[in-house]
């Protein structure tokens, strides 16, 4: 399988340099109304009211940047270090009893090297605005709040000067300060309690409005500074994201990492964790992510195991795990993860639904749902009258239960295992399209999310489903045919057989562009890459 990982990976890397160009270069651009990822923009914006203190400590009184040792200070965020430094602790925990022969620690000396929390609590790192998404595709967990809207941070070192764009001290060959660590702050689009005058704005405003903006905004013609204060204007889509609409943080941290050796090839695992805010308490506490099956819980408590049956394959839920609109109840569900990165194509232990199904790794029994399990499932719901569009076999319920937890989304089309690492602006030329912003998960669906933004501007009833996180739903539109993220130059696609009974009915509609042929990465799966047929 390695052999393919490789190859896939190689792949990826040529990928990146053929992204859509950043919005100063191509007015079509895909995030256009639906994520601010203009370098120069975000740089005026950390620099304002959008630094990460303003945001967390806004009765902060000084205007100085945040370190990411005075963050970890504040009341609030101090479950945050706590949580972080248990997930450490269990992390070396389970490495000494598994792969005893492997040192672990910080540094290249060891096998496995760990991430250095040094930086973390200290002066010498801060986190920098890097993106801001608008996530109204997601009201369907609080339709009340029209979604959500996400500021992205990344942790940065200090000791390497914020000269900023194009300065000589950030030109060829310097390095990133970067370290590979964000912190997503996701607010309520609108809130749902009393607060400042401008928080009473935006709570009468209402879901059509505040999509309105969005919208509006991808058709200026402005770049930098000025993108930034039109932004944050009385008009603007950021005027009303203030710190009170605070809902939750989530963490992505890439925890440890091992080159390729003579015994493995090379691995990262990423650390995931969430933190919602209680505005009792005023602090951030420990929460399980959503969707995170826990998969080792679930499969050792055979009560669980059950219930965890029963309810996912009602066939209510079932339709929501098919649409990707489900909310797993709490209790099934873990409070972090680690995603392995890379994954291959076929099923593998490292992929977080693994073993749940009979016969994937693991003996007859002690799995959680049988094919006939599955089967039964399918046929309950059609005959109720549930439409399924997308698991229409074992192998779409398999997949879809990998990609609607945390781990298994970010390891699908994701850059290692980040879907937003964001534009590095510390760097002279951010705009250089082989600095890749978001990975092709990201741009695959902003179709579909501006098309549910669009959906609330003219008063619709937004459809809030998504496709695989292999390939996008496209909802009509053709502005994805023939690039990597629907049917062109490496884009996911099935293998067919010849006859067209044999074929999975979850994955017939994953062709490739003319002159493309899908091409399989492992024999144990009929999901390939789409390359130029073989002659």
Same mark, same amino acid.
């Given at each position: 399988?390695?052999?393919?990982?490789?190859?896939?990976?190689?792949?990826?890397?040529?990928?990146?340099?053929?992204?859509?160009?950043?919005?100063?270069?191509?007015? /079509?651009?895909?995030?256009?109304?639906?994520?601010?990822?203009?370098?120069?923009?975000?740089?005026?914006?950390?620099?304002?009211?959008?630094?990460?203190?303003?945001?967390?400590?806004?009765?902060?009184?000084?205007?100085?940047?945040?370190?990411?040792?005075?963050?970890?200070?504040?009341? %609030?965020?101090?479950?945050?270090?706590?949580?972080?430094?248990?997930?450490?602790?269990?992390?070396?925990?389970?490495?000494?009893?598994?792969?005893?022969?492997?040192?672990?620690?910080? +540094?290249?000396?060891?096998?496995?090297?760990?991430?250095?929390?040094?930086?973390?609590? @200290? +002066?010498?790192?801060?986190?920098?605005?890097?993106?801001?998404?608008?996530?109204?595709?997601?009201?369907?967990?609080?339709?009340?709040?029209?979604?959500?809207?996400?500021?992205?941070?990344?942790?940065?070192?200090?000791?390497?000067?914020?000269?900023?764009?194009?300065?000589?001290?950030?030109?060829?060959?310097?390095? @990133?300060?970067?370290?590979?660590?964000?912190?997503?702050?996701?607010?309520?689009?609108?809130?749902?309690?009393?607060?400042?005058?401008?928080?009473?704005?935006?709570?009468?405003? /209402? =879901?059509?409005?505040?999509?309105?903006?969005?919208?509006?905004?991808?058709?200026?013609?402005?770049?930098?500074?000025?993108?930034?204060?039109?932004?944050?204007?009385?008009?603007?889509?950021?005027?009303?994201?203030?710190?009170?609409?605070?809902?939750?943080?989530?963490?992505?941290?890439?925890?440890?990492?091992?080159?390729? %050796? /003579?015994?493995?090839?090379?691995?990262?695992?990423?650390?995931?964790?969430?933190?919602?805010?209680?505005?009792?308490?005023? /602090?951030?506490?420990?929460?399980?992510?959503?969707?995170?099956?826990?998969?080792?819980?679930?499969?050792?408590?055979?009560?669980?195991?059950?219930?965890?049956?029963?309810?996912?394959?009602?066939?209510?839920?079932?339709?929501?795990?098919?649409?990707?609109?489900?909310?797993?109840?709490?209790?099934?569900?873990?409070?972090?993860?680690?995603?392995?990165?890379?994954?291959?194509?076929?099923?593998?232990?490292?992929?977080?639904?693994?073993?749940?199904?009979?016969?994937?790794?693991?003996?007859?029994?002690?799995?959680?749902?049988?094919?006939?399990?599955?089967?039964?499932?399918?046929?309950?719901?059609?005959? @109720?009258?549930?439409?399924?569009?997308?698991?229409?076999?074992?192998?779409?319920?398999?997949?879809?239960?990998?990609?609607?937890? =945390?781990?298994? =989304?970010?390891? &699908?089309?994701?850059?290692?295992?980040?879907?937003?690492?964001?534009?590095?602006?510390?760097?002279?030329?951010?705009?250089?399209? &082989?600095?890749?912003?978001? @990975?092709?998960?990201?741009?695959?669906?902003?179709?579909?999310?501006?098309?549910?933004?669009?959906?609330?501007?003219?008063?619709?009833?937004?459809?809030?489903?998504?496709?695989?996180?292999?390939?996008?739903?496209?909802?009509?539109? &053709?502005?994805?045919?023939?690039?990597?993220?629907?049917?062109?130059? +490496?884009?996911?696609?099935?293998?067919?057989?010849?006859?067209?009974?044999?074929?999975?009915?979850?994955?017939?509609?994953? %062709? =490739?562009?003319?002159?493309?042929?899908?091409?399989?990465?492992?024999?144990?799966?009929?999901?390939?890459?789409?390359?130029?047929?073989?002659?």
């Amino acid at each position: 399988m390695w052999r393919h990982v490789r190859f896939v990976v190689a792949v990826f890397i040529l990928l990146s340099g053929v992204l859509p160009p950043r919005p100063a270069q191509c007015a /079509a651009a895909l995030e256009r109304g639906t994520a601010i990822i203009d370098p120069a923009a975000l740089r005026a914006l950390d620099h304002g009211r959008f630094g990460l203190g303003h945001v967390l400590a806004p009765a902060r009184v000084s205007d100085a940047p945040l370190t990411s040792g005075e963050l970890f200070d504040l009341p %609030s965020m101090v479950p945050v270090r706590k949580a972080l430094d248990a997930e450490f602790d269990r992390y070396l925990a389970r490495h000494k009893a598994n792969l005893p022969n492997e040192s672990i620690g910080v +540094g290249t000396a060891y096998d496995f090297q760990l991430f250095d929390r040094a930086p973390l609590y @200290s +002066g010498q790192a801060r986190f920098v605005l890097a993106g801001i998404v608008n996530r109204m595709d997601r009201a369907y967990v609080s339709e009340a709040n029209c979604g959500e809207i996400r500021l992205i941070y990344r942790l940065v070192r200090t000791d390497i000067k914020d000269v900023g764009i194009g300065a000589p001290e950030a030109g060829e060959g310097a390095i @990133s300060p970067r370290l590979p660590m964000t912190l997503n702050i996701v607010l309520k689009a609108k809130r749902d309690n009393k607060g400042n005058d401008a928080a009473e704005r935006g709570k009468a405003l /209402a =879901c059509a409005e505040i999509a309105r903006r969005w919208l509006a905004s991808g058709d200026w013609p402005l770049t930098g500074a000025e993108l930034a204060e039109k932004l944050i204007s009385e008009d603007g889509p950021l005027d009303l994201v203030r710190p009170e609409n605070i809902d939750r943080i989530e963490t992505n941290t890439q925890i440890a990492h091992a080159p390729k %050796s /003579a015994v493995r090839d090379f691995r990262t695992d990423y650390l995931f964790k969430v933190f919602d805010y209680n505005a009792l308490s005023q /602090a951030f506490e420990e929460s399980p992510l959503e969707n995170q099956i826990d998969r080792d819980r679930i499969m050792a408590d055979e009560k669980l195991k059950g219930d965890f049956k029963a309810w996912l394959l009602d066939p209510r839920h079932l339709r929501e795990l098919d649409r990707a609109t489900i909310l797993i109840p709490d209790r099934f569900l873990a409070t972090a993860a680690i995603g392995p990165t890379p994954v291959g194509f076929a099923p593998s232990p490292l992929q977080p639904e693994f073993g749940l199904v009979q016969g994937e790794g693991n003996a007859k029994t002690g799995a959680v749902f049988s094919e006939s399990d599955v089967e039964a499932a399918l046929k309950k719901a059609a005959d @109720s009258g549930e439409e399924l569009r997308n698991i229409r076999s074992l192998a779409g319920f398999e997949r879809r239960l990998n990609d609607v937890t =945390c781990s298994g =989304c970010h390891q &699908t089309r994701g850059i290692g295992g980040f879907h937003f690492p964001g534009v590095d602006w510390m760097v002279a030329d951010p705009n250089n399209s &082989t600095i890749v912003p978001a @990975s092709p998960h990201f741009f695959g669906d902003q179709v579909r999310r501006r098309d549910i933004v669009t959906n609330f501007r003219d008063g619709g009833h937004p459809d809030f489903s998504h496709g695989f996180a292999s390939r996008p739903q496209l909802r009509g539109s &053709t502005e994805l045919a023939g690039t990597q993220y629907d049917d062109g130059w +490496g884009a996911h696609c099935y293998v067919r057989h010849p006859a067209a009974t044999d074929n999975d009915a979850s994955f017939t509609s994953w %062709s =490739c562009a003319e002159g493309l042929a899908c091409q399989p990465m492992d024999k144990a799966s009929r999901i390939g890459m789409c390359f130029i047929g073989e002659r």
